[in-house]
């Protein structure tokens, strides 16, 4: 696609559900992020995909937190049983080159944990 | 670990003057990147400049511009000739060498007023 397509736009949902964010990198890009923009903590990086694997997964707060990617392009970013301190805005980005050179973003997906 | 600050949470500037974003970083690496990225409301992060640690000349890009003075640890953005359409947060990032991960400060609320 044209850019980095993340769904949905915003998620409302119940303490103790289980929630997916969706990321459509921009085709052809090789690399995927994942950053979560909360409140009290800025932006933080969860993990990182290099194809279908995950070399930096060092930013998951919890176990409750899991992704995965499939065919090197669409990824799923899962919280099990969220909790209200969940609630933030979790942004996708995607690179073809090398980290270094810059990512680019999508509009990231506000969650709220109610 | 690396940090990043914006001592400056919130700014507003009129229309057409030039505007200064303060960042300082903390590293022990000697060769990093460092970025600005703009956040308007459509929370969409866009990359509006970059700069290698090695490098000793300056970024520019159009109205943008940096100070990069690497043994102060700063790294500040200049905008000249500021629009209505640089009203956003703006974020300093710091990727060290070989990394894949951004490190981001806390961000600076740019207002431009008509």
């Known amino acids: 696609g044209a850019g980095v397509s993340q769904s949905p736009s915003n998620k409302v949902t119940e303490k103790g559900k289980d929630v997916e964010l969706r990321c459509d990198p921009i085709?052809?890009?090789?690399?995927l992020y994942w950053y979560r923009q909360s409140l009290g903590q800025g932006l933080e990086f969860l993990i990182y995909f290099q194809g279908n694997s995950a070399p930096d997964k060092s930013g998951l707060p919890s176990d409750r937190f899991s992704a995965e990617r499939t065919g090197g392009s669409v990824s799923t970013l899962t919280i099990q049983r969220t909790q209200q301190e969940d609630s933030a805005v979790y942004l996708c980005?995607?690179?073809?080159?090398?980290?270094?050179?810059?990512?680019?973003f999508g509009s990231g997906t506000r969650l709220t944990v109610v | 670990a690396q940090t990043v600050t914006q001592s400056q949470p919130e700014m507003s500037v009129q229309e057409a003057e030039t505007v200064t974003l303060s960042c300082t970083y903390d590293t022990s690496e000697s060769n990093y990147y460092l970025f600005w990225y703009k956040q308007p409301p459509s929370r969409q992060m866009i990359l509006v400049i970059r700069?290698?640690?090695?490098?000793?000349q300056n970024a520019t890009e159009n109205r943008f511009s940096v100070n990069f003075q690497k043994a102060a640890k700063s790294f500040s953005l200049k905008i000249s000739d500021s629009q209505l359409g640089d009203t956003a947060m703006y974020f300093c990032a710091f990727m060290r060498e070989g990394a894949q991960k951004l490190v981001f400060g806390q961000g600076t609320r740019l207002t431009i007023n008509p």
């Open positions: 085709s052809g890009h090789t690399a």
């Open positions: 700069q290698e640690a090695y490098k000793q």
């Open positions: 980005a995607s690179s073809l080159k090398l980290a270094k050179y810059g990512y680019t």
